[in-house]
């Protein structure tokens, strides 16, 4: 059997290399309870990051209110796993499922139209969200939050699982951006007037990738909160979750197919560094480092590693850049 | 039941004065840039916090400040532009570049509000902040009439700036064709400065304005955006009066919303008409497509 088109061996086996040595590392070389801790977080975190560049890099369409759908994915697998007692990856299914139903309710009248009313829209839904969340603690449990059953030897499970969410974020990311439907992406962003006339259907492709994005947020909505055995909305929905997405995306590279993933590494290092030494600084010195990366490299890190190897002799592939 | 209705009916008409105010800065600077300011809500903290420190330091009325404030906020206007949009490569000051850099300020602004002024919430108390007048059997805050009557004059005021003077004229030029403008001999970028700078301080005024109203922190402009924002796509473009006319409606909708979901909920309805006018009618309410 022939793989697909968009398929390719080395960034495959790299991957898979790297996922196969990661899950072996706690058996293996017994790493520490932090350390693991750590990685896991690390794993999901990608894997949003991935989910909101589909939509923020893919489109160009940049959502400020992702931690809606990351909190809802959250709440209801929690609600299903406490009130139903429904199996955790069932609930995951169902949360990932309701966030990206909820993320086409709103999206889909605010994407077919041009320019920014999807991302000022996305303001509200993550401010609304929150609101009904937060006071609506039948469902939610409010401000106290609900706690989530915990098994034995959860967390080394949930380290696998966090290992497959992430792959399965990296494959998507490689299918949404080098298959035919990809570049049908990459040409409603550049024009959607232009892909129409080529016979691309804008609203049925847009709102497919905010579904896909939605379901992939929820789900790693789910899995933080069996990972932390507990979910409240102020954290999980606050603005500064949803920005966070937006931060990993511009660090590592908007539009780029890997560029998130290495961006949430660096996130997630830099925000525990920053959050114990300054935690009063943190905020804007993340809209310092906005405005650097906009201004001298829109691309990121993917951007300045390009820029470096060029300068070794390495000659891009043009598919790299948005 | 019935003064109650009054009442609710006053006092959103009196509120319309503020939201026309804010969302006129943000449609000014979308109309003729193509840049949607989303720092549109850090300027309103800002403005609120500048009307406050100055009570608070010198005892000077929140009113008396607006002046300086609002010379103070199109300096900063003006600079954010020359230092920071005009950088970005053309074409992607309208798409999801600028968006980025213009809340990458906002954060660095809120953080900086933060640092020094903590993040409790400030109020400012003047010696008319609970006097009332009584208006038709309602009660009528004279703060909220107050606010309302600058913002009257200061959209009159923008109103015949841009209708009757030359550089008024240049501005609505540029937003309707920048290339036949340079060829006219217009300088464009002076203009897309101009607009910038009057933009931000159109935000400030509405903060400073604000602090008769609410109470506010570091956080404060968030939802002001977003009603900002609503009012833009209600009204369309360019029009005062259609800015007017959408503010209002905006503050009845928000006003009599509490007579049929709970209040902690009203903060969302303008995103729910949001929602409702772009399924609805895209083009606003007035025909006007606010993009095309």
């Given amino acids: 059997m022939k793989p697909p088109r968009w398929f390719r ?13 990661l899950a072996l590392l706690p058996p293996v070389a ?14 999901v975190t990608i894997a949003a990051a991935l989910a909101w560049n589909w939509l923020g890099g893919y489109l160009g369409q940049v959502s400020f209110g992702h931690a809606a759908l990351f909190g809802l994915g959250g709440f209801v697998a929690a609600r299903l796993q406490i ?23 709103w999206g889909h009248p605010t994407l077919r139209l041009r320019g920014p009313y999807f991302s000022i829209a996305t303001i509200g839904v993550g401010e609304a969200t929150r609101l009904v969340c937060t006071y609506w603690d039948w469902f939610t449990g409010g401000s106290s939050g609900m706690s989530l059953p915990v098994t034995a030897g959860l967390k080394l499970q949930l380290y696998w699982y966090g290992i497959a969410i992430a792959l399965v974020g990296v494959a998507t990311s490689y299918w949404l951006r080098r298959s035919p439907l990809g570049m049908a992406l990459l040409a409603i962003k550049s024009d959607v007037d232009a892909a129409g006339d080529v016979g ?12 896909l994005s939605g379901l992939a947020m929820g789900i790693c909505g789910a899995f933080n909160a069996s990972y932390y055995s507990f979910i409240e909305p102020v954290e999980t929905l606050g603005f500064e979750k949803s920005i966070s997405f937006v931060f990993m995306g511009v660090i590592g590279g908007v539009g780029t197919i890997l560029g998130p993933a ?61 | 039941m019935i003064e109650h209705l009054l009442d609710l009916t006053v006092s959103a008409f009196l509120l319309a004065g503020l939201y026309a105010t804010m969302a006129y800065g943000l449609g000014l600077i979308y109309g003729v840039l193509r840049v949607v300011n989303l720092n549109h809500g850090g300027m309103i903290m800002a403005g609120a916090y500048a009307a406050w420190w100055a009570h608070d330091q010198f005892g000077l009325d929140p009113y008396l400040s607006i002046p300086i404030i609002l010379v103070l906020a199109f300096l900063v206007g003006v600079l954010t532009y020359a230092g920071l949009v005009r950088r970005l490569p053309r074409g992607a000051a309208g798409g999801v570049q600028s968006l980025l850099l213009l809340f990458g300020v906002w954060l660095i602004l809120r953080n900086a509000a933060y640092l020094i002024f903590s993040g409790n919430d400030q109020t400012v108390l003047t010696s008319y902040s609970t006097k009332a007048l009584p208006f038709l ?31 008024g004229k240049a501005i609505r030029a540029v ?10 001999g217009v300088p464009v970028q002076r203009i897309y400065m101009l607009t910038f700078g009057l933009g931000t301080a159109l935000a400030s005024l509405a903060g400073a304005l604000a602090t008769g109203l609410y109470a506010f922190n570091p956080g404060f402009g968030a939802t002001e955006l977003l009603k900002s924002f609503v009012v833009v796509v209600l009204g369309g473009l360019g029009s005062v009066a259609g800015t007017a006319v959408a503010a209002l409606i905006l503050a009845l909708v928000e006003n009599f919303s509490i007579l049929v979901i709970p209040s902690y909920l ?26 095309g």
């Fill in chain 2, 137 to 167: 059997g309602a009660q009528i805050s004279v703060n909220r009439l107050a606010v309302f009557g600058v913002a009257l004059v200061t959209l009159g005021a923008l109103h015949l700036f841009l209708t009757r003077t030359y550089v």
């Fill in chain 2, 175 to 184: 937003a309707q064709n920048p290339e036949s403008c340079t060829l006219a």
């Fill in chain 1, 200 to 211: 691309i259907s804008s609203v049925r492709l847009q709102d497919g990738v905010l579904f």
């Fill in chain 1, 9 to 21: 061996w080395r960034p495959a086996a790299i991957v898979l290399g790297l996922a196969v040595a």
């Fill in chain 2, 266 to 291: 009203t903060s969302a309805v303008g995103f729910v008409l949001l929602v409702l006018v772009l399924v609805l009618r895209p083009g606003g309410l007035f025909g006007q497509r606010v993009l």
């Fill in chain 1, 83 to 105: 009130s139903a007692h429904l199996p955790m990856i069932l609930a995951w299914t169902a949360g990932g499922l309701v966030a990206g139903l909820y993320a086409l309710a």
């Fill in chain 1, 262 to 322: 290495l961006g949430a590494v660096v996130f997630v290092l830099v925000r525990q560094y920053f959050i114990a030494s300054y935690p009063q600084l943190y905020l804007g010195l993340f809209g310092v480092l906005l405005v650097l990366v906009i201004l001298f490299e829109p691309l990121g890190l993917t951007g300045l590693s390009l820029r470096v190897a060029r300068r070794f002799g390495y000659r891009e592939r043009p598919d790299l850049s948005t």
């Fill in chain 1, 30 to 43: 017994r790493i520490s309870v932090y350390t693991q801790n750590q990685l896991t977080l690390t794993f």
